[in-house]
């Protein structure tokens, strides 16, 4: 195919290769078949660790994988819980190559709509319009930039800010600076009516040394520049001060909830926030799970500050 997603929208390829293979093993978290029609594609353009990499490689990439394998089952769960409350709108930022509209079962009258870039929207569509399969739900993309634009495409492509609504921010926060960040959270609070969920992806420890050293590792060192570390692990903090009230969850824990292990532990600690919007007189807050004593994790002792209160539930 000759228009494929560059620069970021690498990353969404980069993204389904892995969940094409997570799909592929006996004890699957989840199926996402349509993960290998974007890889087949994409062909030479898609980030694949070579069959000849070295050790330090081969262990980062498996440590990407086991993340992205909980991560992605993980919203799963998140998202199949709020249409269960009540959620008939759905939102993916970021959408990427995302097939949640295909694969999960959603109830009637469920409109999901994926915002991202025109590359990444145009790559896709052309893909899915290849295939025979159609979406569980009455699904919108909707082109358009999350540190521009957006909310005004996303209402012109039907969504109600006055119904509650499922948010999905998955594997972007960290592509955006920390005011892009904010304003991110702030428009989707904006739009969101009391019941609405918002699950989002958080990272903490995107060092300098970690990202200099990510560099030094064909091919992951094209995605160390495109970190940005969007608000670095406040994200939950910030939702809890802005009238949302939920729990975050680190990576670890949720990997040790879902049977897996990491061989390694993360040089950035991933962590996953699900809230729901409250009502004027409702109280607000975000709490926070620690991860298993046996996990060898230490995020208690980063329980500081506006950070989240801690709770081993
Ligand atoms: C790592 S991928 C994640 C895709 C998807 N959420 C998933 O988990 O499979 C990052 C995605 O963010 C999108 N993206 C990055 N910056 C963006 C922006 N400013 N506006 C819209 N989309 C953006 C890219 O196009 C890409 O699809």
């Known amino acids: ?26 004890d699957r978290l989840f199926d996402d078949w349509l993960a290998q029609l974007f890889v087949d594609a994409a ?109 005004d495409r996303l209402l012109r492509a039907g969504l109600r800010p006055s119904l509650p609504t499922a948010w999905l921010a998955e594997g972007i926060l960290v592509y955006l600076e920390a005011a892009q960040a904010e304003r991110l959270l702030t428009n989707v609070t904006d739009l969101s009516a009391p019941s609405s969920r918002f699950a989002l992806e958080d990272a903490t420890g995107l060092s300098k040394e970690l990202l200099d050293e990510v560099r030094r590792i064909p091919p992951m060192g094209e995605f160390a520049d495109l970190w940005h570390g969007g608000l670095q692990g406040e994200s939950a903090a910030w939702l809890g001060d802005h009238g949302w009230r939920g729990h975050e969850t680190t990576f670890t824990r949720a990997a040790d909830r879902l049977g897996r292990r990491p061989d390694q532990s993360m040089p950035v600690e991933g962590s996953f926030v699900t809230a729901q919007r409250t009502g004027p007189s409702e109280p607000a807050g975000v709490t926070r799970a620690t991860a298993p004593r046996h996990a060898g994790a230490t995020e208690s002792n980063r329980l500081n500050g506006r950070r989240p209160t801690a709770t081993t539930g």
């Open 1 to 26: 195919m000759d228009e494929v997603p560059r620069g970021v929208g690498r990353t969404a390829l980069a993204t389904a290769w892995i969940r094409a293979r997570a799909s592929r093993r006996p």
């Open 43 to 151: 062909g030479d353009a898609v980030p694949v660790v070579p069959p000849d990499a070295d050790d330090q490689l081969r262990m980062w990439a498996r440590t990407l994988m086991t993340y992205l394998d909980v991560r992605t089952r993980f919203f799963d769960d998140e998202l199949g819980a709020a249409v269960a409350a009540g959620c008939r709108q759905v939102v993916v930022l970021a959408a990427g190559l995302d097939t949640r509209a295909f694969r999960l079962p959603w109830p009637d009258g469920t409109l999901l709509f994926e915002v991202d870039r025109p590359d990444m929207l145009s790559f896709k569509e052309r893909v899915l319009a290849s295939t025979s399969f159609r979406p569980r739900c009455e699904r919108h993309p909707v082109v358009a930039d999350l540190t521009e634009d957006w909310v």
